[in-house]
């Protein structure tokens, strides 16, 4: 079987779990996240995109219902042994079929959780699957269940999120052995992503984000591709990834002769990283990294060129996004604890004078300091 860890790390998993659902007085849980599918059982696949589901009983059963195109997928990359198919044909209703199949596994007027917020669920399935489970029994939303337990990370996977960022690393040298006036964007990108593949590494859940020019004060990946200028700027956002773990990074490049702006914003990101540094540890929250990162940037006066978000968790993730719910922004309560891997970012874009920096990487907390996955130095890059 493909399999990234031993059968004791999923039966861990699935007690921890299990513990949750007996003290939410959950029967069953409808699991829609390919993430938390992938986490309690290995199972690997963007069937997702499709109607999927695995039903979790509180007696520690678990039945997946998905296509047969996924039938072998989850016979090789899982622990599942209790696969159902539903069958495609016009008018297919696989809500009709989960019906049956918590019926026949007598969970008629049960308790149960389903993962509403996941890019397994659409808007579409919602609302088929709360027309058929109305009457059926009673509905909660568990949509952050497992999502909290994937926050901590086990020895085993903290194995994997340190090879990927050890593959981020190695993306970034092939890129900087690149970067200079001339060079093309697609000779970039073919390098990083190359140098993950060629250390064994996956996909990441989502593209990496390049952009030059104006365009480097973009967050987002676009299409389209341009050739590098004598005085340039080049904001890089990417990640190593090992068996879907991810491990992220961002710099900002400067070719050319820097700016005053572009060594004022660098000093800026610098300062508030290191200071979000010192607090980036259990004691503290989500909502209180995010208080820091603001603090420095508007007493900067950045307030209007910083982001409301500095950075989130990271995991195992599949499409469209590395990203995990949890976040650094306004308020969140989240507490840190050890054994989380954290991405925090600095983004400064400022649109007046067209000047981007960013500055970003992954860190494993620890029960003091938190310790940087990445062998770069937080340095001013220039090429």
Request: proline letters at 2%.
């Amino acid at each position: 079987m493909a399999l990234h860890f031993e059968r004791s790390e999923f039966d861990a998993r699935l007690a921890r779990l299990l513990a949750r659902m007996q003290e939410e007085k959950l029967d069953a849980m409808l699991l829609f996240a390919q993430e938390s599918m992938y986490w309690l059982t290995g199972y690997d696949t963007f069937g997702f995109c499709f109607f999927q589901t695995l039903v979790v009983k509180a007696d520690g059963s678990l039945t997946l219902m998905t296509r047969s195109a996924d039938l072998r997928q989850a016979q090789l990359t899982s622990v599942i042994t209790d696969i159902r198919i539903w069958v495609d044909r016009v008018n297919a209703d696989p809500t009709l079929d989960l019906k049956q199949l918590l019926s026949d596994l007598d969970l008629l007027g049960a308790r149960i959780g389903i993962e509403y917020d996941t890019h397994g669920m659409t808007g579409r399935i919602a609302r088929l699957l709360d027309q058929q489970l109305a009457s059926f029994g009673q509905i909660v939303d568990a949509s952050y269940l497992i999502s909290r337990l994937r926050l901590t990370k086990s020895p085993a996977e903290i194995a994997h999120v340190e090879r990927a960022a050890a593959l981020a690393d190695d993306a970034l040298d092939a890129a900087l052995s690149l970067v200079k006036a001339g060079v093309d964007e697609s000779d970039i990108l073919e390098a990083m992503q190359g140098a993950v593949f060629a250390g064994g590494g996956d996909y990441p859940a989502n593209a990496f984000i390049i952009g030059s020019g104006t365009e480097a004060l973009l967050c987002r990946y676009k299409s389209g591709r341009r050739k590098l200028d004598a005085d340039d700027q080049l904001t890089l956002e990417w990640a190593g990834v090992d068996a879907h773990y991810h491990a992220a990074m961002m710099r900002t490049v400067v070719i050319g002769t820097p700016s005053h702006r572009q060594r004022e914003l660098y000093s800026a990101c610098l300062e508030t990283l290191q200071a979000i540094e010192t607090i980036l540890m259990p004691g503290h929250t989500f909502g209180h990294v995010f208080d820091m990162h603001a603090k420095i940037m508007d007493e900067r006066g950045l307030a209007r060129h910083r982001l409301n978000a500095c950075g989130y968790s990271l995991g195992a993730r599949f499409s469209p996004s590395w990203m995990e719910h949890e976040m650094f922004h306004m308020g969140n309560p989240l507490e840190i604890q050890e054994n989380m891997s954290l991405f925090v970012h600095m983004i400064v874009m400022d649109s007046d004078s067209g000047t981007a920096m960013t500055l970003g990487q992954t860190y494993l907390t620890t029960s003091q300091a938190p310790k940087a996955l990445s062998r770069h130095p937080l340095e001013f890059l220039n090429r």
